[in-house]
């Protein structure tokens, strides 16, 4: 069964870590969301520096089987640059996301939060094909209707309520903190004559929104 194979792949895959130290952990937690290897004093550690969400599976630990997908379409346009005539570079890479985002899906037992990655990945999938425009909102509230359809009880799961809360907060608070950081770091009027600095103002830009977008997730 599907369910002997992931065991037996969990099985495998904790043979080839190390047995000691704080850190043996927590990759089977980020790929198989097994958090029974965590040592308690890591798991205070990830609570008391507020990053205990990121053992908990969701959009962000999804974004790598998007990124796989982007560097594969890269390398098979690179190998067939015919392909590219045929199906444009994002599509080709949303094409060898999903697959790769189902294997991680299951992989991960399926929580809720990453069903509602996956949702809204599948759900951008297909307005980009379809040549609709997307939006971070109808991305969420599709995702979550599909998950209620299914499971109505989900509707209580605190990972799905601050899952969607966290993207609910990026809907609301990006477009403006990214108006701000335009505001607080223009770029130079003309970056082929002045490359470093406007680099360095594109580098303060993206860390003024990071920590920006990190703070209000956390406030509310």
């Known amino acids: ?51 205990t969400h990121s053992l908990s599976l969701s959009g962000l630990h999804l974004s ?11 390398i098979l346009g690179r190998l067939l640059p015919s392909i590219w005539l045929r199906i444009a570079r994002p599509g080709l890479a949303l094409l060898l ?25 599948l759900f951008w999938a297909l307005l980009f094909f379809l040549k609709r425009p997307r939006a971070l909102q109808d991305g969420l509230f599709a995702a979550l209707a599909c998950i209620l359809a299914f499971n109505p009880f989900a509707f209580f799961d605190i990972g799905l309520q601050l899952s969607a809360l966290c993207i609910a907060t990026l809907a609301v608070c990006l477009p403006r903190i990214m108006k701000l950081s335009v505001r607080f770091f223009p770029a130079p009027e003309v970056p082929c004559q002045s490359a470093l600095r406007y680099l360095a103002r594109k580098a303060l830009r993206g860390a003024f929104a990071i920590s920006c977008t990190s703070l209000c997730i956390q406030i509310v």
């Not at 790598?64 to 890269?74: Q, T, Y």
């Not at 697959?99 to 990453?114: E, H, I, T």
């Open 97 to 121: 996301s999903l697959p790769l985002a189902a294997a991680y899906l299951w992989l991960g037992q399926s929580p809720v939060s990453l069903q509602r990655a996956a949702c809204m990945l």
């Open 1 to 51: 069964s599907w369910a002997d194979r992931r065991r037996y792949l969990h099985q495998k895959f904790l043979s080839f870590l190390p047995q000691e130290g704080r850190a043996a952990g927590i990759l089977p937690a980020l790929v198989f969301c097994d958090r029974s290897l965590l040592a308690p004093s890591l798991l205070a550690l990830f609570s008391r520096s507020t990053l």
């Open 64 to 74: 790598f089987a998007v990124l796989a997908g982007s560097c594969l379409a890269w």
